[in-house]
């Protein structure tokens, strides 16, 4: 993959990345801000629904600079709600959770495919 | 790429359709439970248990020690039990579920098909009503009240606190609890113990062997000459001396279906108990075992509960308020099961609805239950009642089987009241009284306060009469005769017991020197017929081998002494088989040598470290199969047909099942021994001999099972841990009357998975360890905080 240009972002007339989200993405200050609440926003979604971790995840690559950030960005967003999910507990220890097999392959996975699928909304927009 | 329009399009369809596939295919409600922070799994994870809670009874205040055992302290009894409802609901809410929803024959509601039979069974057995019925038993009285307290703090836990794991699982929420749940749980317990399809089974058998052959396997007294109360128990003995068939048609077939439902047969337990005559402090001790299934969480539950002068600590049933068996400042007991039979079995002429009864033909009482099971189609059940109790049918070979039967608990029974009594009883006097209403199940009571030794076979025992003579349930009877029907009985409504075996009639003593019960027969001579199966008798002989001879040597009992026979792993099938099999050693291989020889210099003591023990163990089960195996198979008799251990152990060896030559059969099985051991690897009997104590669901997270550790003793010993561990000592209690006490479970007090209360006493019960069971609030420990609500 290489690095979206804006002379991309108007292919065939049609721009599919607002203006505001290009200028946004091409400013290092405004980019960390919008990544920043796209993570908090990933992890306030994902406790609505799983659907949310999605929505993050999308969140995310949105506001990333190129797919491969995007990706990444989306790995952290994962982290980052498994950590909460741990920490919001005041009952559950890591081994604890870990050790629910197979239903944590589930968890685990869902919070790494959940944000990198709606991260490569970055491929699109 | 993402220069190409249409190839941004499509990808981005592609992500839209990936999500809205996941949410409308069958793997959404995977995805839905163990989402990360939204799963349904999850929910309950993230809150705790209020620890300020309004009460309608006043306050109370609850103390977790050590070990997570609740010392609840109010002012009023209302009070207290409000928040012991409370603590059982935040501690073992969803085992509370499972056992109402079980009996009830709601199971596949919450967990679906696979509960489907057990469900249609216990609905036809109609418990709901049997429950409903002791609960308009107790209708109005003080201790109704204070069910109703419990239930209310149940269903506050309920209404306020997190839901456990399993129901986040599963998906299902909590219903309210009830009295009747609470009756339910008693149903359980008492089914548990006593509900048995042993007699259809007899009848089987009797089809099957000559008389000489039945007789001999499943009809002679064990001649282990140690009965409950030996002909030289000291003290005054009550019930000994006499006062005064078939299948009738029911096919195996239904046997055998019934029998799927029956209670796991290894239920037992030990007891046994010293006078201040022969103890080093001068005051009774009382040892105490019950034998029930092993699982996480356990049966039992451990509680204090101090109320103005009553301050009683023990164990009970979750869903049961009040200490079921334990001890207050006055006194200790415990309960062993009799073994008493005390359901029986009906044939009718029957004509579409009706049946006929002494001449008069009576339509069945029916009712159509609907048993709905989650995810699947849910099912009706045709529930039948007769004058006797239920009507239960099931399609064997294509043709409907039916039998009538009738069990005590299928009347209004008073058990509940008589527990809440133990906690007040203030001697043996109390007791007494108390254990008159313990109509069901059928126990060996054993009671000890400051002064003396109290047992007493309790529970409601029918008396059946056959033209004027009394006789045994060991037979189907001719419902439509009215034959041998018990007296004063009413199944699904108020019983007036008259019929039924006086209370001084059954077997007990006041005031013996020691005495010691674990199932076997509680005396030679009963005044009237109390059951046909007693354990073998391998415990009971051998507690009374522990305590004849440290009374005999004149060396005062203490705690350490009591504590060293609840452990002892001495195996008398061990002691009684091993010179046989060293004298079968010239049918056997060199390879045997190793084995034999550990077998030689062995103490019969089945130990975690032992080769012997490991040998044997694997001996005994071998050598069943090789004598009976062959024999009952030809029958089509399954294992749970086969006689005894102590038939097994004492069958001559010229005996036809051993085709005349024992010897060949002990080679023939130590052979195999080795087989075994050698391709599993192991080398002791710890490593064969290991807790494996599961949680309903550990097939499917096996992290919820407990952990796994080496332990001792068998399915023969007093320190009782049975084949598989799937049953054994569930709770273990020292009480002397003038020393500390000692108790322990095998697992840990709270139900969830995510405490550190789960399994916290599993390791030292594997290793025989106690922890105390202390009467004194810890001043440390989280703590739950009951305020009365004003008006």
Redo the contacts between chains.
Sequence with gaps: ?SE?TPA?ET??G?R?TPEWLTEARSRPYRRRSLLVAALVAG?LL?????????LGG?LVGLASRT?PRAVVGALVLGLL??G??VV??????VG?FL??????Y??LG??VV?PV??A??R??V | ?????TR??V??AL?GA??GGA?LSPVAD??????????G??QG????VPDAVSSPHGDAAVTYDDHHVPHVEADTEAAAYYAVGYVHAADRLFQMDLIRRLMDGRLAEAVGEPAVSSDEFHAEMAFRDGAAASAEALAGSEVAELVEAYTAGVNEYIDAGPDPFEFD?LGYDAEPWSVTDTLLVGQQISWGLTGSFHTLQRAVLRDAFDAETYRRLYEEPFDHGAPIVREDTGGEIMGVGSAEDTLRGVDAGLVDALAEHEPPPRLGSNHWAVSGEHTASGSPILAYDPHLTLMAPPVWYEQRVVVGDVDVRGATFPGIPFVIVGENEHGAWGFTNTGADVIDFYTYETDGDEYLYEGEWRPFETETRTIRVADGENREVEVKKTVHGVYVEREVNDETQAVGVSWTGMSGTRETEAIYEFSRATGVEDYREAIQKFDVPTQNALYVDSDEVYYKVTGQIPIRRVDGRVVPGDRVFDGSAGEAEWDGFEPFGQSSWEGFVPFEDKPGVRGAGYLGTANQRPVDDPTYPIGQAYASGFRGLRIYERLDERIAAEDPVDSSFMQSLQRDTLDVRARMLVPAILEARDRMSADLDPWLDALAEWDYRMERDSEAALVFDRFYDRFREETWGDDFDALDLEESYWPQGWVLVTLPPDDAFFDGDRADALATAMEGAVEDIEREGWSVYGDKKRTTIDHQFGGQ???LNYPRYPTDGSGATVFNVHEGTAAGSSWRQISPMDGDSLSIIPGGQDG????PHYDDQLERWANGEYKPMAFEVPETGPTISFRGETE
């Design positions: 993959m979206a991309e292919t065939a049609f599919w992890v994902a406790w609505l629904h799983w659907v949310g971790l999605v999308a797919l709600v498994l909460t999910h919001a507990s005041p009952t559950m220890g604890e050790a629910l097999r197979p239903l944590t589930v968890t869902l919070a959940g699928w709606g490569l909304v491929a699109v | 790429m993402s220069g190409n329009p941004r399009a990808l981005g992500i990936g999500v949410a995977l995805l839905d439970t163990a989402a990360p922070l939204s799963g799994a999850w994870r993230y809150g705790t699982l997270l096996g992290a969830s998975y995510f405490s």
